[in-house]
């Protein structure tokens, strides 16, 4: 059926960001604070994306010298075992965790949330997350924001591009306005999925090259009022943290229950407030369709009672009185469209410990993304040579593209390499270098993909970011 209706004119920038995640808030901050009027355009209600939508409040991989958690019960480790050669992420990654620590929201990096009073709970921990409160993150989100002059649109989706050739003109937007057009001169794709780069016709890919299998999709949930004592005596006894055991015993004795063969749970800052992370996941649903999301999201509230009810209360030590705080907004999503790039980042890359001239990031995750099957790079023990991963400023721009940039989870990583590049600190590094991209691109009249990376890499040295090995 054909829709016609005449839509009216937004703004004019200089920038247009879409999403609101940790790429997006890094890329519009750096954008704005350049000088270079922007907007921000962002679905959910807040700043943050998987970090405060999505529930998970804590970023990973912005100090190297992590090993798989798997790996890491296996051979007896706790969280304050693990080296920690270096950071991988600073700039405004680092400045925006110093001030969620400032206004008394947050821990780490490497420094696990409640080990203060209970040590042994460090058997949950990832070693190199920063944990923070999802209220006070997202108020220093906010605040940064507005402070640099980024002009924010809440509730707001980008649905279509308009472009000439080579070149977008605007975006079409959807909120409760209707639907508006904005223009801009730069555009910088931070939406995870890929959606300006996909609907400008640039091409994209989802999932698995082969296969187009994708990464199991979070709801996750927090429990609160859990025994935190009783969590680390157990623990401290040699009981499992994947809780592997406990939960094969409840699937066997309720068969009709929607029940995870284990469990990941972390320590929030409150006292006695978990997330759960593994035993939200759900494989084959796709997170750039809305009927799966809507289904996804479903049954993952569903499973978070259960969990709650059926399992924390009867068979967790601790979880005696547990009930759930909250389910995420949104899903957490780790892998749909990625854009295909000047240069695709590959695993040998990462395995190779190769570094680039126009490097503009680390990642100092390990590699941690699963299939069905596991994490088949952990099962082969291959590891990220030197710890580090650098992220070349190619893989930001979509091939054939004059002002669109992508950062985030959507650039050109294949395989095993979005593992590392993925992570919400790399985003923010990725998102800040885009933001100083497209002033280099405006002040000169230059397509992304014709910026000086030298002069590109001095702004970010300059600005705190770490691209030197």
């Known amino acids: 059926m054909l829709y016609h209706r005449e839509v ?28 270079l009027k922007t907007l921000l355009l962002e679905l959910n209600g807040c700043l943050g994306g998987t970090a405060t939508a999505g529930a998970l409040p804590f970023y990973l991989g912005s100090m190297t010298g992590s090993i798989p958690f798997r790996q890491m019960v296996e051979k007896g480790l706790c969280y304050r075992d693990l080296p920690r050669p270096r950071t991988a992420v600073r700039g405004i990654f680092g400045e925006t965790i110093q ?10 990096p490497c420094v696990l949330a409640q080990t203060d009073r209970w040590p042994g709970l460090d058997r949950l921990g990832c070693h190199d997350e920063f944990t923070f409160d999802l209220e006070t993150g997202k108020r220093v989100f906010d605040e940064m924001a507005e402070e640099a002059g980024v002009h924010l649109l809440f509730y707001t989706q980008v649905i279509d591009v308009a472009c000439d050739g080579e070149r977008v003109q605007g975006v079409y937007t959807c909120n409760k306005d209707g639907i508006t ?22 091409l994209t890919y989802k999932g698995d090259r082969e296969t187009g299998e ?9 429990l609160e009022n859990i025994d935190s004592a009783k969590l680390e005596a157990y623990l401290n006894q040699g009981g499992d943290p994947w ?107 990462l395995l190779e410990g190769r570094t680039f001239p126009d490097t503009i990031a680390f990642a100092g995750r390990h590699f941690d993304l699963g299939r069905k ?71 000169d009249n230059k397509a992304f993909r014709e910026v000086n990376t030298d002069e590109l890499r001095d702004r970010l040295r300059k600005s705190g970011a770490e691209i030197d090995l």
Not at 188 to 198: E, N, Q
Not at 305 to 332: D, N, Q, W
């Open 8 to 35: 009216p004119q937004g703004g004019i920038y200089d920038v247009i960001v879409a999403g609101g995640g940790p790429a997006g808030f890094a890329a519009a901050i750096s954008a704005a604070r350049q000088g």
């Open 99 to 108: 001030r969620i620590r400032s206004a008394g929201g947050g821990i780490g």
């Open 181 to 202: 057009f904005y223009e801009a001169k730069a555009f910088l794709d931070c939406t995870g999925d890929a959606d300006l780069v996909d609907r400008a016709g640039f």
């Open 214 to 222: 994708m990464c199991a999709v979070n709801l996750v949930a927090h």
């Open 243 to 349: 809780f592997g055991d406990i939960c094969k015993r409840m699937q066997k004795e309720h068969p009709d229950l929607d029940l995870p063969d284990h469990l990941i749970i972390f320590p929030m800052v409150q006292e006695g407030v978990f997330m759960i992370n593994g035993g939200t996941s759900f494989t084959d649903y796709d997170g750039t369709n809305a009927e799966s999301l809507t289904a996804l999201t479903l049954r993952g509230r569903k499973r978070a009672k259960i969990l709650a009810e059926r399992l924390f209360r009867t068979m967790i030590p601790g979880g005696e009185h547990c009930r759930v705080r909250l389910t995420a907004s949104y899903p957490g999503i780790r892998e749909t469209r990625r854009i295909v790039a000047e240069y695709g980042l590959t695993e040998e890359d």
């Open 373 to 443: 099957t596991g994490q088949p790079f952990h099962q082969r023990n291959l590891s990220v040579k030197g710890g580090i991963a650098s992220i070349p400023y190619r893989c930001m721009i979509p091939k054939g593209s004059k002002n669109l940039l992508a950062a985030g989870r959507c650039i050109h990583a294949d395989g095993q390499a979005l593992g590392p590049a993925r992570i919400m600190s790399t985003c923010y590094a990725v998102g800040e270098a885009a933001g100083q991209a497209a002033y280099l691109s405006l002040r």
